[in-house]
């Protein structure tokens, strides 16, 4: 390689390192823009917050009816079941599923509810 040639190869490592340096101050402009830009969008989402705390209020009646029917003593003996079944499959690590025991719960937690207050306020 003549040294004519391995100029032409530095001056041109030397245009391309001057062109990454302006690619790298380029970015840090837009990544500062960025941030700009994110800020004013979490000002914006904070008046946002304001209208979510009226809707959270809301309480959806059938989940409430549901736990109090798991809770009840129609419903005690399968969630007993189930709550046994759950401990041995935890403490003892038997290799089994609450399957069964879960469905047994459902069914007793859907027919309380199928029977409560719920209901009989909807259909007057």
């Not at 790298?24 to 823009?33: H, L, N, Q, R, V």
């Not at 941030?35 to 959806?60: A, P, Q, S």
């Not at 290799?95 to 879960?102: D, G």
């Amino acid at each position: 390689m003549s040294e004519l040639e391995y100029d032409d190869e530095v001056d041109a490592e030397e245009d391309d390192e001057v062109d990454a340096e302006e690619e790298g101050a380029d970015a840090e402009e837009a990544t500062e823009e960025a941030k700009d830009e994110e800020e004013e969008d979490d000002e914006d989402d904070e008046d946002d917050d304001d209208d979510d705390d009226d809707e959270e209020d809301l309480i959806d009646p059938l989940i409430t009816e549901r736990q109090k029917c798991v809770n009840s003593f129609e419903c005690h003996g399968f969630r007993h079941a189930f709550e046994a079944c759950q401990s041995r499959v935890n403490d003892e690590g038997i290799k089994e599923n609450c399957t069964p025991e879960f469905f047994d719960l459902l069914e007793c937690r859907d027919k309380c509810v199928a029977h409560g207050d719920i209901f009989k306020t909807i259909l007057k």
